[in-house]
Protein backbone atom coordinates (compact mmCIF):
# COMPACT_ATOMS: atom_id res chain seq x y z
CA UNK A 1 0.00 0.00 0.00
CA UNK A 2 1.20 3.39 -0.77
CA UNK A 3 2.22 5.69 2.23
CA UNK A 4 -0.92 7.70 1.45
CA UNK A 5 -3.25 5.45 1.28
CA UNK A 6 -2.21 3.71 4.67
CA UNK A 7 -1.86 7.31 6.40
CA UNK A 8 -5.27 7.72 4.90
CA UNK A 9 -6.39 4.87 6.41
CA UNK A 10 -5.19 5.83 9.80
CA UNK A 11 -7.14 9.15 9.76
CA UNK A 12 -10.56 7.46 8.56
CA UNK A 13 -10.61 5.10 11.33
CA UNK A 14 -10.88 7.72 13.93
CA UNK A 15 -14.12 9.39 12.34
CA UNK A 16 -15.94 6.13 11.88
CA UNK A 17 -17.48 3.57 14.15
CA UNK A 18 -16.02 0.09 13.89
CA UNK A 19 -18.87 -1.37 12.07
CA UNK A 20 -18.23 0.99 9.62
CA UNK A 21 -14.45 0.87 9.76
CA UNK A 22 -14.43 -2.28 9.04
CA UNK A 23 -16.72 -2.35 5.85
CA UNK A 24 -14.93 0.89 4.59
CA UNK A 25 -11.51 -1.62 4.79
CA UNK A 26 -13.94 -4.43 3.12
CA UNK A 27 -14.93 -1.92 0.27
CA UNK A 28 -11.11 -0.58 -0.38
CA UNK A 29 -9.53 -3.81 -1.39
CA UNK A 30 -12.77 -4.90 -2.89
CA UNK A 31 -12.79 -1.85 -5.09
CA UNK A 32 -8.79 -2.97 -5.49
CA UNK A 33 -9.22 -6.28 -6.72
CA UNK A 34 -11.87 -4.45 -9.39
CA UNK A 35 -9.51 -2.36 -10.69
CA UNK A 36 -6.90 -5.19 -11.48
CA UNK A 37 -9.90 -6.99 -13.22
CA UNK A 38 -11.15 -3.94 -15.48
CA UNK A 39 -7.63 -2.22 -15.54
CA UNK A 40 -8.33 0.59 -13.16
CA UNK A 41 -5.63 2.36 -10.62
CA UNK A 42 -5.18 0.08 -7.74
CA UNK A 43 -4.17 2.98 -5.38
CA UNK A 44 -6.71 5.43 -6.67
CA UNK A 45 -9.54 2.88 -6.16
CA UNK A 46 -8.21 2.15 -2.68
CA UNK A 47 -8.53 5.68 -1.61
CA UNK A 48 -12.10 6.15 -3.06
CA UNK A 49 -13.30 3.06 -0.84
CA UNK A 50 -11.26 4.33 1.99
CA UNK A 51 -13.36 7.78 2.18
CA UNK A 52 -16.28 6.92 0.26
CA UNK A 53 -18.45 6.91 3.77
CA UNK A 54 -15.98 9.72 5.32
CA UNK A 55 -19.15 11.28 6.09
CA UNK A 56 -21.31 8.07 7.32
CA UNK A 57 -20.72 8.95 10.70
CA UNK A 58 -21.97 12.06 11.25
CA UNK A 59 -24.56 12.98 13.56
CA UNK A 60 -27.64 14.46 10.93
CA UNK A 61 -28.56 17.50 12.28
CA UNK A 62 -25.02 18.26 11.89
CA UNK A 63 -24.66 16.61 8.55
CA UNK A 64 -27.12 19.58 7.75
CA UNK A 65 -25.26 21.93 9.58
CA UNK A 66 -22.37 21.36 7.47
CA UNK A 67 -23.90 21.36 3.93
CA UNK A 68 -25.49 24.73 4.77
CA UNK A 69 -21.92 25.93 6.25
CA UNK A 70 -19.96 24.94 2.45
CA UNK A 71 -23.16 25.68 0.19
CA UNK A 72 -23.42 21.98 -0.65
CA UNK A 73 -26.91 21.97 -2.33
CA UNK A 74 -29.01 19.16 -1.07
CA UNK A 75 -32.55 18.24 -3.50
CA UNK A 76 -35.53 17.92 -1.81
CA UNK A 77 -35.36 14.33 -2.01
CA UNK A 78 -31.68 14.42 0.19
CA UNK A 79 -33.25 16.78 2.65
CA UNK A 80 -36.23 14.11 3.40
CA UNK A 81 -34.20 11.44 3.51
CA UNK A 82 -30.89 12.42 4.79
CA UNK A 83 -29.15 8.85 4.59
CA UNK A 84 -28.51 9.93 1.29
CA UNK A 85 -26.63 13.01 2.10
CA UNK A 86 -23.13 11.22 3.55
CA UNK A 87 -22.15 10.99 -0.50
CA UNK A 88 -22.57 14.17 -1.28
CA UNK A 89 -20.81 15.64 2.21
CA UNK A 90 -18.59 12.82 1.98
CA UNK A 91 -16.92 13.72 -1.83
CA UNK A 92 -16.56 17.38 -0.47
CA UNK A 93 -14.97 16.25 2.90
CA UNK A 94 -13.13 14.15 1.08
CA UNK A 95 -11.60 16.99 -1.90
CA UNK A 96 -11.49 19.72 1.46
CA UNK A 97 -10.29 17.52 4.56
CA UNK A 98 -8.32 14.80 2.59
CA UNK A 99 -7.02 16.63 0.19
CA UNK A 100 -8.54 14.54 -2.73
CA UNK A 101 -8.15 16.47 -5.90
CA UNK A 102 -8.71 13.34 -8.26
CA UNK A 103 -12.36 13.91 -9.92
CA UNK A 104 -12.83 10.82 -10.62
CA UNK A 105 -12.62 9.77 -7.13
CA UNK A 106 -14.10 12.53 -5.84
CA UNK A 107 -17.01 11.68 -8.38
CA UNK A 108 -17.27 8.13 -7.03
CA UNK A 109 -17.75 9.08 -3.53
CA UNK A 110 -20.59 11.68 -4.69
CA UNK A 111 -22.37 8.75 -6.37
CA UNK A 112 -21.72 5.43 -4.30
CA UNK A 113 -25.37 5.39 -3.00
CA UNK A 114 -27.68 6.03 -5.76
CA UNK A 115 -24.82 5.83 -9.18
CA UNK A 116 -26.12 7.90 -11.96
CA UNK A 117 -26.25 7.15 -15.42
CA UNK A 118 -23.00 7.13 -17.72
CA UNK A 119 -20.83 6.39 -14.84
CA UNK A 120 -17.31 5.84 -14.78
CA UNK A 121 -14.84 2.85 -14.61
CA UNK A 122 -13.83 3.96 -11.45
CA UNK A 123 -17.53 5.37 -10.37
CA UNK A 124 -19.11 2.12 -11.15
CA UNK A 125 -16.03 0.35 -9.15
CA UNK A 126 -16.99 1.94 -5.86
CA UNK A 127 -20.70 1.57 -6.03
CA UNK A 128 -20.20 -2.15 -6.90
CA UNK A 129 -17.72 -2.52 -3.97
CA UNK A 130 -19.52 -1.04 -1.94
CA UNK A 131 -22.45 -3.32 -2.29
CA UNK A 132 -20.65 -6.58 -2.29
CA UNK A 133 -17.62 -6.32 0.34
CA UNK A 134 -17.25 -9.47 2.14
CA UNK A 135 -18.83 -8.14 5.69
CA UNK A 136 -22.18 -7.49 3.59
CA UNK A 137 -24.63 -10.28 4.04
CA UNK A 138 -27.97 -9.12 4.01
CA UNK A 139 -29.09 -8.48 0.64
CA UNK A 140 -30.21 -11.26 -1.88
CA UNK A 141 -28.32 -12.61 -4.87
CA UNK A 142 -25.01 -11.92 -3.15
CA UNK A 143 -23.38 -14.60 -4.44
CA UNK A 144 -24.53 -14.39 -8.23
CA UNK A 145 -23.98 -10.32 -7.49
CA UNK A 146 -20.30 -11.12 -6.73
CA UNK A 147 -19.66 -13.50 -9.57
CA UNK A 148 -21.12 -11.02 -11.79
CA UNK A 149 -19.29 -8.06 -10.71
CA UNK A 150 -16.02 -10.36 -12.15
CA UNK A 151 -17.63 -11.22 -15.36
CA UNK A 152 -19.52 -7.88 -16.43
CA UNK A 153 -19.57 -4.77 -14.46
CA UNK A 154 -22.09 -3.71 -15.91
CA UNK A 155 -25.00 -6.22 -15.36
CA UNK A 156 -23.87 -5.89 -12.02
CA UNK A 157 -24.70 -2.43 -11.35
CA UNK A 158 -27.98 -3.00 -12.76
CA UNK A 159 -28.77 -5.43 -10.72
CA UNK A 160 -27.58 -4.46 -7.82
CA UNK A 161 -29.71 -1.50 -8.92
CA UNK A 162 -32.34 -3.68 -9.50
CA UNK A 163 -32.42 -5.65 -6.07
CA UNK A 164 -32.27 -1.90 -4.25
CA UNK A 165 -35.45 -1.24 -6.34
CA UNK A 166 -37.12 -4.16 -5.01
CA UNK A 167 -35.60 -3.64 -1.53
CA UNK A 168 -37.00 -0.10 -0.72
CA UNK A 169 -40.01 -0.65 -2.63
CA UNK A 170 -41.04 -3.24 -0.10
CA UNK A 171 -39.66 -1.18 3.14
CA UNK A 172 -42.17 1.05 4.40
CA UNK A 173 -40.84 5.09 4.46
CA UNK A 174 -38.14 4.23 1.89
CA UNK A 175 -38.99 5.76 -1.02
CA UNK A 176 -36.17 6.00 -4.36
CA UNK A 177 -34.35 8.10 -4.64
CA UNK A 178 -35.41 9.49 -8.25
CA UNK A 179 -31.20 9.30 -9.31
CA UNK A 180 -31.57 5.65 -8.22
CA UNK A 181 -34.28 5.00 -10.79
CA UNK A 182 -32.79 6.81 -13.30
CA UNK A 183 -29.77 4.90 -13.19
CA UNK A 184 -31.35 1.57 -13.10
CA UNK A 185 -33.31 2.50 -16.13
CA UNK A 186 -30.20 3.78 -17.78
CA UNK A 187 -28.01 0.94 -16.95
CA UNK A 188 -31.01 -1.75 -17.96
CA UNK A 189 -31.50 -0.14 -21.27
CA UNK A 190 -27.39 -0.22 -22.10
CA UNK A 191 -27.73 -3.92 -22.23
CA UNK A 192 -26.48 -5.16 -25.30
O1 LIG B 1 -23.40 3.86 3.33
P1 LIG B 1 -23.63 2.38 3.15
O2 LIG B 1 -24.56 1.82 4.20
O3 LIG B 1 -22.39 1.60 3.03
O4 LIG B 1 -24.41 2.19 1.76
P2 LIG B 1 -25.09 3.31 0.86
O5 LIG B 1 -24.22 4.47 0.70
O6 LIG B 1 -25.59 2.60 -0.37
O7 LIG B 1 -26.31 3.81 1.71
C1 LIG B 1 -27.27 2.92 2.05
C2 LIG B 1 -28.40 3.71 2.63
O8 LIG B 1 -28.98 4.53 1.63
C3 LIG B 1 -29.46 2.81 3.11
O9 LIG B 1 -29.97 3.36 4.31
C4 LIG B 1 -30.50 2.82 2.00
C5 LIG B 1 -30.31 4.19 1.45
N1 LIG B 1 -30.67 4.34 0.05
C6 LIG B 1 -30.00 4.00 -1.07
N2 LIG B 1 -30.70 4.31 -2.16
C7 LIG B 1 -31.83 4.88 -1.70
C8 LIG B 1 -31.80 4.90 -0.31
N3 LIG B 1 -32.77 5.39 0.47
C9 LIG B 1 -33.83 5.88 -0.13
N4 LIG B 1 -34.80 6.36 0.62
N5 LIG B 1 -33.95 5.90 -1.49
C10 LIG B 1 -32.98 5.41 -2.33
O10 LIG B 1 -33.13 5.44 -3.56
FE1 LIG C 1 -22.47 4.98 1.83
FE1 LIG D 1 -20.49 2.10 2.23
Redesign the pocket.
Known sequence: MTEKNDLLKRKIKKELDRDRYQ?TLG?AYTAACLAMRYGEDLDKAYTAGLL??CA?CIPTDEKFRLCDKYGIELSR?EKE?P??I??KLGAYIAENKYGISDDDILAAIRT???GEPEMSLMQKIIFTA??IEPRRDQAANLKEIRQLAFTDLDRAVEKILYD??NY?GKKKD????P???MTYEYYSSQRS
Do not use: C, I
Open positions: HVHDKFNALHAHTTDFTLLAPVDMTK
